[in-house]
């Protein structure tokens, strides 16, 4: 992973935690506290799944081919 690509990562993790955060305080503070949670835990939410479908699933995450096992 670049440099690059690390830096994207990292703003990626921010707006994904930052955004929802603030837009539930800012309803929550307009009187709309139910809203402001809905809001925030889709955000947070369609964040983890972009956070999944763009940098984990690609992930070769597999056991070693040559793992062997003893038989008693």
């Known amino acids: ?7 994207a990562f ?9 955004i929802p955060g603030v837009a539930n305080a800012v309803l929550s503070q307009a009187g709309y506290g139910t809203l402001g949670s809905v809001v925030w835990a889709v955000g947070y939410g369609s964040g983890a799944l972009f956070i999944w479908y763009a940098y984990i699933r690609p992930l070769n995450i597999r056991a ?3 793992v062997e096992t003893e038989e008693e």
């Open 64 to 66: 070693p081919e040559s």
């Open 10 to 18: 990292g703003l990626t993790l921010v707006a994904i935690i930052v």
């Open 1 to 7: 992973m670049g440099r690059r690509d690390k830096i």
